[in-house]
């Protein structure tokens, strides 16, 4: 499907970039910061695989995958010259997360607080992965705001936050390792 022979090609030395049917728009573009961001979140999935294991790093592993889909989705305009036959988010990736986290909820408390970032080393980057996740879905429903989009790909985005969070309380030795938030603790 990819091939890069060459990484660098100069095309956007004049702050512009090629997106998947072959149009040019300037770096700043919404577009470009929405899948941008989700490339982002994508570096920081795999910080947190670095300390996960098992079960885990597999479903990270699916999720790093599905965000290279969702960024070639992204970058791939559904109105553009390639979008027919372009690799979309589908359904079934929003339906696997569900059920990844109705699983990993099942074997945890209820929480009676907020969780603070922390616990494991895993644990603290799967919640910087889920705020990097929140900041894509808002910059992709901004862009839903101007341009179509495909609405599975926002979804996507809704439900992986919450799968991070459920994972993150998950590999904090089921939730017996989560840092709690005690409201005015330090007044």
């Not at 290279?68 to 988010?89: K, N, S």
């Not at 895993?122 to 341009?147: F, G, K, M, P, Q």
Request: glycine share 10%.
């Amino acid at each position: 499907m990819v091939r890069l022979t060459r990484i660098y090609t100069r095309g956007g030395d004049a702050g512009e970039t090629s997106l998947g049917d072959g149009s040019r728009i300037p770096k700043h573009d919404l577009r470009v910061a929405a899948y941008g961001t989700v490339d982002e979140a994508n570096a920081t999935v795999g910080l947190a695989r670095l300390h996960a294991a098992g079960e885990a790093d597999a479903m990270l592993g699916r999720i790093q995958n599905d965000l290279f889909d969702l960024g070639a989705d992204l970058c791939t305009p559904e109105a553009g010259r390639r979008a027919v036959g372009a690799l979309r988010i589908v359904a079934a990736q929003v339906l696997r997360l569900e059920r990844e986290i109705d699983a990993l909820n099942a074997e945890l408390k209820p929480l009676d607080s907020f969780v603070l970032p922390g616990g494991t080393p895993c644990a603290a980057y799967l919640h910087l992965s889920r705020t990097v996740v929140r900041r894509a879905e808002r910059l992709v429903d901004e862009l839903a705001r101007t341009a179509e989009i495909n609405p599975e790909a926002l979804k996507y985005l809704n439900r992986l936050s919450d799968h991070l969070f459920v994972l993150g309380r998950h590999v904090n030795d089921k939730g017996a390792r989560d840092v709690l938030w005690v409201p005015g603790a330090n007044r």
